[in-house]
């Protein structure tokens, strides 16, 4: 692995454990694409440090719990907000 992989998905795993950000939200910050960020953690970073990988997954686990109540969240705003603007 070459030492800027390395190094790209030690920072992407430090930005996720310090923000809770998602893969998506991750991927815009780093301008990388969403597999990228998700093979970097999910891949490559458990031969660089396991523990980080771990606490890493964690956090993704968690994400993904709650896509489903993200997702409901941002329809019930787009149709309230098209309510207002029909009114």
Avoid: C, W
């Amino acid at each position: 692995m070459q030492n800027y992989i390395r190094k790209r998905a030690v920072k992407v795993a430090k930005h996720i454990l310090l923000t809770s950000d998602t893969v998506r939200q991750t991927a815009e910050i780093f301008s990388i694409s969403k597999s990228t960020v998700h093979k970097d953690v999910s891949e490559r970073l458990p031969r660089i440090s396991e523990e980080l990988a771990e606490e890493v997954r964690i956090i993704l686990e968690r994400n993904k719990a709650e896509r489903h109540l993200r997702g409901g969240e941002a329809t019930r705003k787009k149709y309230a907000q098209e309510n207002k603007l029909q009114v």
